[in-house]
């Protein structure tokens, strides 16, 4: 059973920093792709930050430069550091996982709030 539980969000002034964590319970976590999405007020849930085994990542367009994922497989955590935050990254944050044998992400954590006041 793979479970996903997010945490260090809260609120936070334009320019400002946070760190978030995903712990991963799953005895397949190495093998797992991992992404941070985030869903605001009346958008679309996207993709804004992934990591797949051996390291390499991709990022959305407007989080380049800001954000960065890292995964720790020994301690099963996945972390979102993100500085230089602005009102619009204001959302909710889901850590996720895929299974190399499945074609969309297939784990959700809870998540957690992040809100940028401006």
């Known amino acids: 059973q793979v479970q996903l539980e997010e945490s260090g969000g809260g609120l936070v002034q334009a320019g400002g920093s946070l760190r978030l964590s995903c712990a991963a319970a799953?005895?397949?976590?190495?093998?797992?792709?991992l992404g941070w999405f985030r869903q605001a007020p009346g958008k679309e849930r996207e993709l804004v930050a992934a990591?797949?085994?051996?390291?390499?990542?991709t990022y959305a367009d407007s989080v380049k430069g800001r954000f960065t994922i890292s995964r720790d497989d020994v301690k099963r955590m996945v972390y979102l550091q993100m500085i230089t935050l602005k009102a619009e990254d204001t959302a909710v944050y889901y850590c996720?996982?895929?299974?190399?044998?499945?074609?969309?992400?297939?784990?959700w954590g809870q998540g957690t709030q992040v809100t940028v006041s401006s």
């Open positions: 996720a996982e895929r299974s190399p044998l499945q074609v969309s992400y297939n784990h």
């Open positions: 799953g005895l397949t976590f190495s093998s797992y792709r």
């Open positions: 990591i797949i085994p051996g390291g390499s990542t």
